[in-house]
């Protein structure tokens, strides 16, 4: 239940009910103050100036009762007078003592004996007059008689209810005293209790308060600890619904360690395939390397017979020449000539043969190219997956923050792998393409030779048929041998640039042949990386 609050909510409700508690212990002691002041006022204002009252009247009326007995005994009349003078101004204060504390009375008690000093008070005053008499008069013993029967009975009767009254108020005020201190004591005992009361409950709402926050921030502490020291097995403890902020706190981390540990695994098997495919483009590599070597070594067999071929040609130009020179004799070295049209017809089939066989090579080279093509169609897919996966990779990485940064660095170097290995295949198949160009026409330019060979064949197998005739057809062979020169002129030609095209498929296939390795170089370099990721991925254990 108490899970449903938050931290705020759980301190704002913990320190409300010390404050309550705070609120009740000051509001008990000023209850119980208030009582104290009651007491202390009541003591001060009625109790003890009721004391005050009664005890100033009393020694006032000890004062009368000396002055008229000093009175009584003076001969000198001034002192006389003065006794009678002091004796009024005395009698004065307690009339105005008694009409000060006639309001003071409320109790029906206290009134009752204010009216016995009253009817004392109205029993006294007839005495004085006649008293002052007999003593202006010097009667001494008539107003020592006066004194002693009439005058000291109600004197002392007088003092007798101020005395009852003090009594009584002392008794009031000593009650007022002991209600203060049992009041006094009754509030320390009850802030003290109080007091304690709220100290341990504070101290229990305190001890309930901690454990509640602690407990879900120690076992978050805990987790974090195990997440720091890579280890991500273990199921997460069923968590209730709550809005404790250290509670949510633990639940998300929970959450976060389960999402480390699908990353994680994630990023093992996404390094397996990594791998797999590394080693996959690392033998394609080699299979293409072995590919460019038999197409080096097919290429410098078609040279050294393009080289061959141009030499027969340069051959059969300058027995053309010759056979011009010597045409204006054809007459009489028609034998002659016969064996020499005989040779140069077997030079002939030599040369087609040699054309024929440079043609067959050169298909062949045009196929290996096109299997080049096709391994390096499997290197760009293979290049496009590696990258896929290094997006994959990255974008996981993204995911785990701060935590997935070293991840993100692998995958951007895998990504950059795979980026220039997709470089280097659309240079190969760049390469390819032009080498399938130049051997479309190299094919094209032996084609043409081979029909010009075959011509030449059909010419010399009629020259040597018509060997008869050339003692007869001397012009005729001029202008048949002139046309030879034109048509071994032209295969000179072709020869020259079919050796520069082969030439350039050479160099291509040599291009071809460094890029491969550098393809190789790369796929180490991608098995190395995933190597490495493997290695920082089983840091973790799941």
């Known amino acids: 239940m108490l899970h449903q609050f938050t931290v705020r909510q759980k301190l704002l409700g913990g320190f409300s009910l010390l404050i309550l508690l705070l609120c009740a212990v000051v509001l008990i002691a000023y209850n119980k103050l208030q009582t104290i002041q009651n007491n202390i006022t009541e003591i001060k204002e009625d109790r003890y100036p009721k004391i005050v009252l009664s005890q100033r009247i009393a020694l006032n009326l000890l004062y009368i009762s000396r002055g008229v007995r000093d009175g009584v005994l003076a001969r000198d009349p001034q002192k006389v007078e003065q006794q009678i003078r002091n004796v009024?101004?005395?009698?004065?204060?307690?009339?105005?003592?008694?009409?000060?504390?006639?309001?003071?009375?409320?109790?029906?008690?206290?009134?009752?004996?204010?009216?016995?000093?009253?009817?004392?008070q109205d029993s006294q005053r007839p005495l004085f007059e006649p008293l002052y008499g007999l003593m202006r008069s010097h009667q001494t013993d008539a107003a020592r008689d006066m004194l002693e029967n009439q005058f000291a009975p109600t004197n002392n009767a007088f003092i007798s209810a101020l005395l009852s009254l003090r009594d009584r108020q002392q008794s009031r005020l000593d009650k007022s005293m002991q209600k203060a201190m049992d009041s006094s004591q009754q509030a320390v005992a009850i802030l003290l209790g109080t007091a304690l009361a709220s100290l341990l409950l504070a101290m229990a709402v305190a001890l309930i308060i901690s454990n509640l926050i602690t407990s879900p921030l120690r076992r978050s502490a805990d987790l974090v600890h195990q997440i720091k020291q890579g280890d991500l097995s273990g199921l997460s403890e069923?968590?209730?619904?709550?809005?404790?902020?250290?509670?949510?706190?633990?639940?998300?981390?929970?959450?976060?360690?389960?999402?480390?540990?699908?990353?994680?695994?994630?990023?093992?098997?996404?390094?397996?395939?990594?791998?797999?495919s590394a080693r996959a483009l690392s033998g394609m590599a080699q299979q293409v390397a072995n590919g460019a070597q038999t197409q080096a070594e097919a290429t410098t067999s078609a040279a050294a017979s393009i080289e061959q071929l141009t030499v027969s040609i340069n051959q059969v130009a300058d027995n053309s020449s010759e056979a011009s020179e010597q045409a204006q004799a054809a007459g009489q070295l028609a034998n002659r000539g016969g064996h020499e049209v005989l040779e140069s017809v077997g030079k002939i089939r030599f040369v087609t043969t040699s054309v024929d066989e440079t043609a067959r090579q050169m298909n062949s080279l045009t196929k290996e190219v096109q299997q080049i093509g096709n391994i390096v169609t499997v290197i760009r897919d293979v290049a496009d997956q590696t990258n896929l996966l290094a997006l994959n990779a990255a974008i996981e990485a993204a995911r785990a923050g701060e935590t997935g940064r070293g991840f993100a660095v692998v995958a951007d170097e895998v990504r950059k792998l795979a980026e220039r290995t997709t470089t280097s295949a659309q240079e190969i198949t760049k390469m390819i393409g032009s080498i399938q160009q130049g051997v479309g026409q190299v094919v094209n330019s032996m084609g043409q030779s081979l029909d010009c060979v075959e011509g030449v064949s059909g010419t010399a197998e009629q020259a040597s048929n018509s060997m008869r005739e050339i003692e007869t057809s001397a012009d005729t062979i001029m202008r048949t041998i002139h046309s030879i020169t034109g048509a071994l002129t032209e295969q000179r030609s072709t020869s020259l640039s079919l050796a520069q095209d082969m030439e350039k498929v050479s160099r291509m296939a040599e291009e071809n042949n460094a890029t491969v390795q550098e393809l190789a170089t790369t796929s180490s370099q991608l098995n190395a990386l995933s190597a490495n990721l493997q290695s920082v991925a089983t840091r973790f254990r799941l």
């Open 88 to 120: 009024e101004i005395l009698r004065a204060n307690n009339r105005a003592d008694l009409d000060k504390m006639e309001p003071m009375l409320s109790t029906p008690e206290g009134r009752a004996l204010f009216a016995k000093i009253r009817a004392a």
């Open 238 to 276: 069923p968590i209730p619904p709550a809005r404790d902020e250290a509670m949510l706190i633990a639940r998300d981390i929970q959450e976060m360690r389960e999402g480390l540990r699908q990353m994680v695994q994630s990023i093992q098997d996404n390094a397996h395939q990594v791998s797999d």
